[in-house]
């Protein structure tokens, strides 16, 4: 079980509401919330090599580039769409094994990707910034080779699968699954409602 002020976080790195949601999250951590962060690959169907984008136009992408910017996280939209299974298996694994370097690694790949427009379905792009991080990259290969850390992201996704979640993000604050990119205002009445009384 977690603990009374957890907060779980299902993301993508595919997902622009997930990279903007990083502010979300801020939200919940300023109120003393842990946010566990647990990956959730929403398009397992894109090839290896990932598959071209089209056009980001209309409402709905104006509307996260206004959120990014609020938010000061740059925002280029990359051409193509990844796989993203290896980075989300890299992902998981990191966040069992060297926690204190799990949200560094992940908000490097968010910004690999929306930032920087890198290949993150690239094993060697989601190696490097690893090893950046700090992470032993030996014992990352060996998971990734052997398959340990693919179950590790199995579990992560059916949990997430059997407690409802659908799309990236969602959050399950004190009992309640919110899925989406819902207003800051609406994460504050979130993080009040779940913040310990002392």
Not at 109 to 131: M, P, S, Y
Not at 163 to 169: F, I, Q
Request: with cysteine; hydrophobic share 40%; charged share 30%.
């Amino acid at each position: 079980m977690e603990p009374s002020n957890s907060v779980l976080h299902w993301f993508d790195f595919i997902c622009p509401f997930c990279y903007v949601g990083q502010q979300r999250n801020e939200i919940l951590e300023r109120r003393g919330l842990e946010v566990v962060h647990l990956p959730f690959q929403i398009h397992p169907e894109i090839p290896d090599g990932g598959v071209e984008a089209g056009p980001r136009t209309g409402p709905m992408y104006e509307a996260l580039e206004r959120e990014a910017a609020e938010a000061g996280l740059p925002l280029n939209w990359p051409r193509r769409l990844p796989n993203t299974r290896k980075a989300l298996t890299a992902a998981e694994w990191i966040r069992r094994s060297r926690p204190d370097v799990s949200g560094d690694f992940n908000r490097a790949l968010f910004a690999a990707r929306f930032e920087l427009g890198e290949d993150i379905g690239d094993r060697a792009v989601v190696e490097r910034h690893a090893a950046e991080v700090g992470v032993d990259l030996d014992a990352l290969r060996s998971a990734l080779d052997d398959g340990s850390a693919l179950a590790f992201l199995a579990e992560s996704e059916s949990l997430g699968a059997r407690l409802g979640v659908r799309a990236t993000p969602t959050w399950l604050i004190a009992g309640e699954l919110v899925s989406g990119l819902l207003p800051r205002e609406e994460f504050e009445r979130l993080a009040e409602k779940a913040t310990p009384r002392g």
